[in-house]
């Protein structure tokens, strides 16, 4: 610029007229996920959100907040930005209702170097299908432009969720008792963590992601690999509130091995059977196209298993058949005994666990 230029905001990269235009188009999508206690008003300094006409008497709060880490480069660079909101809520809202809270309301933080509003859009129109199938509403956000910071056509994505549960009732895992069964409900594919190991066998394998998958023809394995995570809320809300689960365990980083034992107390131990659920292709995949092993494969992806729930043997039947009806996939894949605090899973051939080291590797 010349000495007598004037300088302006636009001119040193970032758009406000485009900000106003984007919180102008979403709108609607925002307002499409009211729900009692939320009217959905965006544009203020805060959002509001009123516990009493949500229904609760003596609530405890209960904050999550998470990100879809380099998933979002798969996504980036292949075009498709539709799922990684529906990622974004649910690996908040999947936390919050593994403590049996309730997710309200939902936040998000979009940050690029130039904002480019049809991707935004996009984006934002995922996370407000994942706050609508959470059941939480989204009642504010914020749009960053920040040149420099980010290369051309990155963003970054971070969530931050509140739940409620009635005091007394929240999920500790203090009910968790010898005799206690596993149970295990599918995922919906990788979900959104290990990314940054499939993203290296992708380039180093030289995988073709936009043709159909080798494990299901029907499908492109880019789709296949960007499946949205599964939300469990609303088909696991009811079965909580009945009081019919001991704990429940999101399988995230770290997998079965290094989250479930996160709600166990002391002096128990998780035998998991990896045997009782069908692994799925795309797992079969993975493991056999990067040569895993299996504790490093078990800790790294949720090998088909995305929540786990502990249940009294007694109650098992009516839970499985409860989120059955509720369109989950249940399966019974182990049982609590006593012994060292960990989880141990037994596959076909080998046998892995970590009943100590597990701890070192969470800060929450």
């Not at 839970?319 to 249940?330: M, N, Q």
Request: glycine share 14%.
């Amino acid at each position: 610029m010349s000495d007598e230029e004037s300088y302006t905001y636009a001119k040193a990269g970032v758009d406000i007229a485009a900000g106003n235009a984007l919180v102008k188009a979403i709108g609607p999508l925002a307002r499409a996920t009211a729900r009692p206690g939320a009217d959905v008003s965006l544009g203020g300094f805060g959002g509001f959100f009123d516990l009493k006409a949500a229904g609760y008497r003596d609530p405890l709060l209960v904050a999550a907040n998470d990100g879809v880490g380099t998933k979002l480069k798969l996504a980036i660079d292949s075009g498709r930005h539709d799922g990684v909101g529906v990622d974004l809520v649910a690996m908040c809202a999947n936390d919050l209702i593994v403590q049996g809270a309730e997710p309200l309301f939902f936040l998000d933080y979009f940050a690029t170097g130039k904002l480019d509003n049809g991707v935004a859009e996009r984006v934002i129109a995922g996370i407000a299908e994942g706050c609508r199938q959470a059941g939480c509403a989204l009642i504010g956000g914020e749009t960053a432009e920040m040149p420099g910071m980010y290369a051309a056509g990155d963003y970054d994505l971070a969530g931050f969720c509140v739940g409620a549960v009635e005091r007394g009732e929240a999920l500790t895992g203090d009910k968790v008792a010898e005799g206690d069964v596993i149970l295990g409900l599918a995922s919906s594919g990788v979900h959104s963590n290990g990314f940054s190991l499939v993203r290296r066998l992708a380039a180093d394998k030289g995988w073709k992601l936009d043709r159909p998958a080798l494990f299901d023809q029907e499908r492109l394995l880019i789709e296949a690999l960007l499946a949205p995570t599964r939300i469990y809320v609303r088909s696991l809300l009811p079965v909580i509130r009945a009081g019919l689960v001991h704990a429940l365990a999101h399988i995230t980083g770290g997998g079965l091995l290094e989250n479930v034992p996160r709600v166990l107390p002391e002096g128990l131990h998780a035998r998991i059977d990896a045997g009782a659920w069908p692994q799925p292709r795309l797992m079969a995949f993975l493991q056999a196209q990067g040569r895993i092993e299996p504790g490093e494969f078990a800790r790294t992806f949720n090998c088909g298993i995305g929540m786990v729930l502990l249940v009294s043997e007694t109650d098992v039947k009516v839970v499985s058949e409860r989120l059955e009806e509720a369109g989950e996939k249940v399966f019974t894949i182990g049982r609590i005994e006593s012994g060292p605090r960990g989880c141990t899973v037994s596959g076909p051939a080998e046998t892995w666990s970590t009943p100590e080291a597990w701890s070192a590797t969470h800060h929450g």
